[in-house]
């Protein structure tokens, strides 16, 4: 094993506590020929990828097995680039500075389309060859797993196999099989196949029509599933979560104890992919989270537990939990924070009572500015909602409120992008301006627009995306609404980044020499919009003979084979199909609570939503 010596490089880096290791509650363990050594990830800079949630639970579940070592590594940023660089020093883990060539396995987290970039930059600085066939026996493994792994195609040159679903109920089991078959990855690799929940791209051929479209996936032998079902932890409350979780030595994103209430969401919004890929709803018990949730402080000494969740406000026994917690953490004075609310007010009771130690500003997505498209993605909220939960809130002392949109949803016109300035105003008057006497602080609204993204496994999967055109115009026209509102702070996401992660997001194999491409052409971090390359992502289609317009402007028909049909997410094409029809007809569909929609999932869940 080798053992780097970084030291020369964290005097002329800007922030060194990022390579450093040695964080609070970090592991390093003893090696031995045994010692399955898996290298974790995150195609980002430290301060993003210590702030998901999801690293620190494999981190942790990993090391706690005997024979298996988990280091981590994020990308490094420019700075530290240019000194491993010049000091000729190749990417290295942060607990014990080893090569991460010399690892048996490389784990990435697909979060997010725009970071697959920084993947080959990684593979890159490791020295390992970025493409499956080009690497030898002695080269790690390359595994993907995340939100985005749900359509690994893009990636599937670069692959050796993929997770599909929650890590945490696959992993050990993948790892078990490679100590079996360590010495013959073929043979390793044929086995992992037939793990529920494993893909192996290699394993799999795509046969296309005349017009660009798939023909038909195509396993190579028999011996290869012809479906990879996603695996779903059954009990939440029997899944690992860590309770004594990594410190970080430096400001991170998300700088607070986390605890998880429960996966999946009853709500069925139709852009949302996590509502689908994460079904059925599993809830944690109230007693499960309390025990974990004072560990946690106790083991970190945050001031801060955050209760996360697709949904926080549908969880069953939130009021009871957030009564145990502030009554627990109020002499130490630990807030609480409570985000993804839907404020009703009962839901507003409990904020008042939490907020007592720290109060935040509040968020609210009403996604779309008029009810006729709220319906159409099924979101489930009023105008009238919006309305009493705003000033509910500024009643109780809240002045600060963000409000997110989207723009390009399906069957979007002007006359509802117009509706997202008019609806801010009619909150602003009635909030603020209609007040009580008694309220005299101001209340500070801020806006964000986003750009709709149709992904895989949604009733939107089948949707045309907007044009950059579109979207630029949508993005001027409410630019020069909001500058007569002076109050009203707005702002928008860039279009440019937008139509690219649309392309990846429903993309398949042809994408891969792309990406390649782009990357030789220096696209990387193309997350951050001072690195963003688009006038080279162009070059790169352009020179690969891929038409971007193909994966974004091309509404794909009924029967059409995506290129992620081999991925079985549990619920039924003809479910979000039918929701997809129910939309063009402006009707919406009852939540799970209200109503089973017969999504096609047969698992029993705990709260006994999926009976």
């Known amino acids: ?211 660009g479209c798939i023909e038909a996936i195509v396993p190579i032998n028999e011996k290869t599933p012809l479906i990879i079902k996603k695996r779903i932890i059954k009990n939440l409350d029997e899944s690992y979560f860590p309770e004594k979780p990594l410190i970080p030595f430096l400001n991170v994103v998300h700088d607070r104890a986390t605890i998880e209430l429960f996966r999946g969401c009853i709500r069925g919004c139709r852009f949302c992919q996590a509502g689908i890929i994460y079904r059925p709803v599993r809830e944690k018990k109230p007693e499960t989270l309390a025990k974990t949730a004072k560990n946690i402080i106790a083991n970190t000494g945050y001031e801060e537990l955050s209760l996360t969740s697709l949904s926080t406000s549908d969880y069953s026994a939130l009021k009871v939990l957030t009564e145990d917690l502030t009554n627990s953490f109020a002499q130490n004075r630990v807030g609480l924070s409570l985000p993804s609310l839907r404020l009703d007010n009962t839901t507003m009771d409990i904020l008042k009572e939490v907020q007592k130690v720290r109060k935040s500003g509040l968020t609210f997505a009403p996604e779309a500015g008029t009810q006729r498209l709220r319906d159409v993605i099924n979101k489930g909220i009023t105008e009238e909602d919006l309305l009493l939960a705003v000033k509910n809130a500024y009643e109780a002392g809240w002045n600060q409120v963000k409000l997110y949109f989207m723009i390009g949803l399906p069957t979007e016109t002007m006359v509802d992008v117009e509706g997202i300035f008019d609806l801010v105003v009619r909150l602003e008057h009635e909030v603020y301006h209609k007040r009580d006497k008694q309220h005299t602080h101001p209340l500070k609204i801020g806006v964000s627009v986003s750009n709709f993204v149709p992904k895989p496994f949604t009733p939107f999967q089948w949707v045309p995306q907007n044009s950059m055109s579109e979207f630029r115009a949508k993005h001027r026209f409410l630019k020069e609404k909001f500058r007569t509102k002076k109050s009203i702070q707005f702002n928008y996401h860039d ?103 017969a999504c096609g999932y047969q698992q029993t869940g705990a709260g006994g939503l999926c009976p």
């Open 495 to 597: 279009a440019d980044t937008s139509i690219l992660e649309g392309v990846f997001a429903r993309g398949d194999r042809r994408l891969s020499p792309v990406l390649l491409k782009a990357y030789e052409k220096g696209c990387k971090f193309d997350g951050w919009a001072e690195h963003f390359k688009m006038d080279k992502w162009k070059e790169a289609f352009h020179e690969c003979g891929v038409d971007m317009d193909f994966y974004t402007l091309r509404e794909r028909h009924e029967n059409e084979v995506f290129p992620w049909e081999h991925i079985d997410v549990q619920v039924t094409r003809q479910f979000l199909f039918r929701e997809y029809e129910r939309a063009l007809l402006e009707k919406t569909t009852p939540h799970c609570l209200a109503q089973c929609s």
């Open 1 to 211: 094993m080798t053992r780097l010596n970084i030291k020369s490089l964290l005097a002329n880096v800007e922030k060194p506590a990022r390579y450093v290791g040695n964080e609070i509650n970090s592991v390093v363990k003893s090696i031995t020929d045994d010692t399955i050594r898996f290298a974790w990830c995150f195609p980002d800079l430290y301060e993003i990828g210590m702030s998901h949630l999801g690293s620190l639970i494999m981190y942790h579940l990993l090391n706690e097995q005997d024979n298996i070592f988990c280091e981590r590594c994020y990308t490094p940023a420019a700075d530290m680039e240019e000194a491993m660089k010049h000091e000729g020093m190749p990417l290295f883990t942060l607990e014990t500075k080893t090569p991460v060539k010399e690892f048996d396995m490389i784990g990435f987290t697909l979060q997010y389309e725009l970071s697959y970039t920084n993947i080959l930059h990684m593979l890159t600085l490791a020295n390992i060859p970025l493409l499956k066939k080009d690497r030898t026996k002695k080269d790690p493994l390359v595994i993907f797993g995340g939100p985005c792994a749900y359509n690994p195609e893009p990636l599937a040159d670069i692959a050796d196999l993929v997770i599909i679903g929650e890590a945490e109920e696959v992993m050990l089991e993948v790892l078990d099989c490679y100590k079996k078959h360590r010495s013959d990855k073929d043979i390793f690799l044929e086995k992992a196949a037939a793990i529920q929940g494993v893909y192996v791209p290699s394993f799999y051929e795509f046969d296309y029509k005349e017009d």
